[in-house]
């Protein structure tokens, strides 16, 4: 085998090893579950809306 051949045999192994790795991560990042954190004001409307409902009863 000559050097060339070598070569591109271990370039052809990093650009697939390369690509598995960037598809598994973009796979993994596509399942991960958001959250999104309420705004301030939005915790305070609704223990008043809930006292106003009890307040009703």
Known sequence: MST???VIIV???VV???LLLSLFT???GYAYKHE???LPGE???KE????EKEEEK
């Open 4 to 6: 060339f051949t070598i």
């Open 11 to 13: 370039m052809v192994a």
């Open 16 to 18: 697939a090893i390369v």
């Open 26 to 28: 973009i796979s993994k």
């Open 36 to 38: 999104v954190d309420p």
């Open 43 to 45: 915790d305070s409307n």
């Open 48 to 51: 008043d809306n809930q006292e």
